[in-house]
């Protein structure tokens, strides 16, 4: 063994073909780089105090080792008492000794249940750090941002931060059925193995519950609107305890879809009706049966008489019999009941888009007070863009929860980089003027509009089984962005988008800058080469996986695209204004004088109100077909420039993700140039008219683009 | 910034929450704890010469990096050429140098095209390490054969190795559907994402060609033998090229499942008659449309004419018609035709067991050269324990391939430990008599009974996106094993079992010797708490998960558990022998003499093979009735042993594997419970005996365990 000489170069091993780091989220926790950074936070956490021993507080500590010594490189000490200093204190209110508690007051009296301290304090003379909160959980929120401010290396040497979440119920929507497909998934399959459970607990579901958390996301709702009755069986329940006890340390209540037509399925009731003394008694010892399991569940998500699903209308009573009925079933528990007011007729094709305002809005003050309706952001579906949906504002006394879609159903699946934070900030920003100027869709949201008590935001969930979560890495963004708007509404993208990346990648600021810009980018590209200005609901047919503008053969009207486009030799669009369906109507006196007239509509939504010539001029002086063939060109320049910002990355990150977003950006490429001559070419029939300079030509005929069948294409309802 | 104390404590980092070792499989490259190893490993690795640079030597110099960069903590250095002494020199015969392939001639005489040499030289005086073969491919596997001593702590001081394959087809076959259910699957759903294919190419992909390679697996069957024939088509079959770019550097070649009737659903033929001249070109010209895109192309796995599957006998035809057919299909560009042997009529239920080797036996000789007859290890159906087929050593002029089952559609899904090659052992030293004494199966299978040519060992995949891959960490095993036994069919289960757990979790022997004792003895376990003394086919109906002895409602007689165990007062067991279904005379005289008689019968076969009394004397003196009884309690105590062992390993690995592990054996110890509880109380009905001394009283009642029902149990076909 002698004189062995070791010509191996010694390297730090940053190659692993394994790295797996899309796993771990926006929760890396990197090595901290910067030398003068690492020595400031090794300064001030000389060790770690926590107060409290609860199943909570034995998490955050967990979470804050973890995530301090991987940043680090060294495991903080653990103490058991307040010695020395530069200690970190995590402790909620009761658990802070008296003179604490004094100290904090102020501070204390500033948040609300949920909200969090993070405060450089002189204790006893000595310096230390101290993370509070009225409650276990909102220490735990605390933990998280200030894990935050390190990954994102912000200096932690003089902090004094209060923060506590605006709305009540920040929930996601899991749309997974029982054998685990997951309707408008793209991102795998569903993450609860129902077959293992409830003994089989999955690393996975614990890390679940640290990522939501981590945004403040504080409700789950596992299952399917479109709902199966068994979910509510004892066979199951026991399941659904056995999740509930995983998501309790981390704050997350379990919500579950309740099947209105249950009592019938699995009750051997004869019928459903909401009025039926032994269906009112049957969700009553359900949800008796439910609390007993599951003391903090949060209650019933429905989706009643709509799309097939059943409801009271069933038996000639309302939506809200219905949804008084089970809120009057958990009510004794605390539950809430989330009803939803995505519904539309088969008897009643004249506009879709009128049909949930129409029926709901003169519910108004009719539910009961742990009713919250929750309405999608727009009145049709989960579009690229669609204008704020003209419930928000226009029901006063009832408490509305704002749907979103996470998921990207009609925004090109898992393959499409679309950051949708984007997307919700312009709904929540939106003002309805329902109380006069500045009503914006976030205060009606917040509750600060019309004072309500119950408030809350829902996501439609795009997490699947795949190893990277969403499918997309680009799309775990999307999940972190819902829940920071759900925590505070009024955050803007452009802050959400740097804080992700500098968690998910890099604190590098040639990375940061035009990454981010990119990602801002992405949502008016995905309007542009899928729907310009104002188009909506072309996609193909159930699946909505690309360009379908020529179906017309479907049972229902409402079903067709060629219902929304409207298309012929005179124009396109669909005529919403007084002159159409009338459904400006619907928004205060500002925005429906607004939307009503084609010169004032916005030109983005100009489509959605209204059909217009062909040769109608856009505010740039173009015709209406030269505009809306540049927009597609431009969605799909948009797209290169995407690629070109991706490609000079290379030398930041990890090679494996470098690679799968560099692929999945040329797939967007190739599905936006589809879009475009897709539309184009079938729009081109009506027109009549040559596609203007700048447009590149189509590769493929009409024909071929109608000729794409994609029978397994995933998530189909 | 003066004076900072650093109170932290310097601990290497081996907690992380996001560990995932389980998706390294056997991969894992641990760092070498032991100084000396690793120093020899440091000495006799100084850097690495890669002769070749196809796409396999890039992928196998990538491989070696990795893996010892990752064993050893540096990066060794990639020499351009032979430079110094100490180095790794890989190449395969082709590109090394007149006076190397002098030096190894004698070697590479030994090897066959896929066999590979691992060899101290000296080399113009310096001692060098040469890793060879034929053909890049065999390299490969050379230098995952190199890694694993490594991995295994073996010295590399002074090697000199040949090992050669002893069968051509070593395969998987994934029951895995278009949409990405997977039929018998347990470990999630479908690696292949048809929806993201052909352009996106996931990591994984990659991963299961390194693990399959790693083991000397060389084809993969991507679709369920229930086969949809829209794979065939072009926007499919593009997907599929891609998966077969990715595999290729890895030696992996792809094949596909062909439903017969194709050229009637794809083809828009009136018929899939075999002999039709329309047909058969249909076929050519598929094969040549499927060549021209990937001319490795392997070729067709056929399920015809079983289970409701079509094939020529619609037609009027018979096996050997549709067979050759296809053979002659794909003949001219290499391929060949897997045809099952797994048959069994709708219109003669009297023994199932003898209806495969009723019908292939007399079409012996008469397939073409490029058909190989895949044949289920036993009779009837992946039951714990069968004896061996009858076909096995029964057609000498016909080349069979074994089929294993790996993913455990009988044997507890993926939450039961049961270490399959044992089985797989048991099956292929399982002596035919068929040439005489010593004609055992994997004579049989590796072609030297009959001198066959085309030879190969198939199993049907228990892999799916789980992040572990196989749903239980010790499933990986099965996957390992039935690899390693697929190369060398004489490989005992011990010595697998040591490899893997090497390789996948520590090199201690206090952790090694007690879990590999464990493994062994987890098939056995698994047998007595489920079907002891030759039972079989007792689970419940339709996803065969628990006991279901009770079920004989079933439209097919052979579909039914009573069918198989036909208990009644006078006791238990199907009768084969010549005073039943004489199912014993399709064995080699000797055999069949002892399958015959129940005195001579191995009391493991017992009721596979006779019917007995309730009071039959079994060889240790116990009634049937007890001795049935006290092997139901008898596993249920193995399990409960596994559990012991396995709670002393948590010190020797990372606690994520260990808790999983943990808790999967708890789940295996309630479930053997229920299989003896349930087994016996539904059994005693016919004994009208007590329960044996010894054996736990069942705590729930029969009508319970007939009451239980799973509707969305996983992998239901």
């Not at 604490?100 to 969090?116: C, T, Y």
């Not at 528990?333 to 939803?340: A, K, T």
């Not at 949930?356 to 952001?377: H, L, M, R, S, T």
């Amino acid at each position: 063994m002698t004189s062995v000489r070791f010509v191996f170069l010694f390297l730090s091993i940053s190659f692993s073909a394994f790295a797996q780091k899309d796993y771990k989220l926006w929760l890396q926790y990197d090595r901290i780089t910067n030398p003068k950074i690492a020595l400031e936070y090794k300064k001030n956490i000389q060790g770690i105090v926590s107060l409290g021993n609860s199943e909570t507080d034995q998490v955050s500590v967990k979470e804050l080792e973890n995530g301090i010594s991987s940043m680090l490189g060294n495991k903080p000490e653990i103490k058991s008492e307040i010695k020395g200093e530069n200690n970190l204190i995590i402790g909620s209110q009761n658990s802070l000794n008296p003179d604490l508690q004094k100290d904090l007051k102020q501070d204390l009296d500033k948040i609300n249940d949920e909200g969090f301290i993070i405060k450089t304090i002189h204790f006893r003379n000595k310096k230390q750090l101290i993370i509070s909160g009225k409650n276990d959980v909102a220490v735990l929120y605390g933990i998280f941002n200030f894990l935050r401010l390190m990954q994102t290396n912000k200096s932690i040497e003089n902090l004094n931060i209060t923060d506590s979440p605006k709305t009540n119920i920040r929930i996601l929507n899991h749309w997974d059925n029982l054998d685990r497909t997951v309707e408008r998934g793209y991102a795998g399959f569903s993450l609860w193995n129902w077959q293992k459970l409830p003994d089989f607990i999955d690393q996975r579901y614990i890390d679940y519950a640290r990522a939501n958390a981590s945004i403040g996301i504080n409700g789950t709702v596992l299952t399917n609107v479109n709902a199966n009755a068994l979910i509510l069986t004892s066979q199951y329940l026991e399941k659904v305890e056995a999740l509930a006890n995983v998501f309790r340390p981390y704050g997350i209540k379990v919500y579950l879809t309740a099947r209105f037509s249950a009592p019938i399925e699995i009750g051997n009731l004869k019928t459903a009706d909401p009025k039926d003394l032994e269906v009112i008694n049957w969700w009553k010892n359900k949800a008796a049966e439910i609390y007993k399991r599951i003391p903090d569940f949060g209650g019933f998500l429905v989706k009643a008489n709509s799309e097939g699903q059943p409801g009271p209308q069933n038996y000639g009573r309302d939506h809200v019999d219905g949804a008084n009925m089970l809120a009057d079933a958990v009510a004794p528990f605390g539950g809430i009941i989330m009803w939803r007011a995505f519904v539309y007729s088969e008897h009643d094709a004249n506009d879709r888009a009128k049909q949930a305002y129409a029926e709901f809005q003169p519910y108004d003050g009719k539910f009961k007070e742990n009713v919250i309706v929750q309405v999608k952001n727009g009145a049709i579906d989960f579009q690229p863009r669609e204008p704020f949906h003209p419930l928000f504002g226009a029901m006063p006394k009832t408490p509305l929860m704002m749907e979103f879609q996470i998921t990207q159903e009609y925004l090109g699946f898992s393959t499409h980089l679309v950051f949708l934070p984007k997307l919700f900030q312009e709904v929540l920003e939106s003002d309805t003027y329902q109380k006069g100027k500045g009503s914006t869709v976030a205060k009606v949201i917040d509750g600060t509009l019309y004072q309500n008590k119950l408030t809350g935001i829902a996501g439609v969930a795009n997490i699947g089984n795949d190893l990277n979560w969403t499918g997309h890495p680009f799309a775990q963004a999307n999940w972190y962005g819902f829940g920071r708007l759900a925590w505070n509404p009024y955050l803007d993208s452009e802050t959400i988008a740097d804080e992700w990346l500098r968690c998910t990648f890099s604190n590098d600021e040639n990375f940061i800058k035009p990454v981010a810009a990119m990602m801002i980018e992405s949502r008016e590209a995905v309007v542009n080469y899928m729907t310009p200005l104002g188009l909506h609901h072309i996609m193909d047919t159930g699946h909505h996986y690309g360009p379908g503008p020529w179906v017309s053969n479907l049972s229902r009207p409402e079903w067709n695209p060629t219902y929304y486009h409207k298309a012929d030799k005179n124009g396109i669009g669909f005529d919403r204004s007084k002159s159409g369906t009338n459904a400006t109507s619907q928004y205060a006196p500002e925005i429906e004088k607004l939307f009503d007239n084609a010169a004032t509509c916005p030109e983005q939504d100009l489509l959605w109100f209204h059909h217009v010539s062909w040769d109608y001029k856009l505010k740039n002086g173009q015709t209406l077909w030269n505009g809306l063939a540049l927009k597609y060109q431009e969605g799909v320049n948009q797209v290169k420039e995407m690629q070109n910002v991706w490609n000079q990355t290379e030398k930041y990150i990890d090679s494996e993700r470098f690679n799968e977003v560099k692929i999945l950006l040329e797939i967007q490429q190739k599905e936006a140039k589809w879009w475009r001559d897709a539309c184009l070419l079938y729009f081109q029939q009506f027109s009549g008219k040559e596609l203007p300079v700048g447009v590149e030509k189509p590769t493929q005929s009409l024909e071929y683009f109608k000729s794409l069948k994609f029978p397994f294409a995933p998530g189909n309802g």
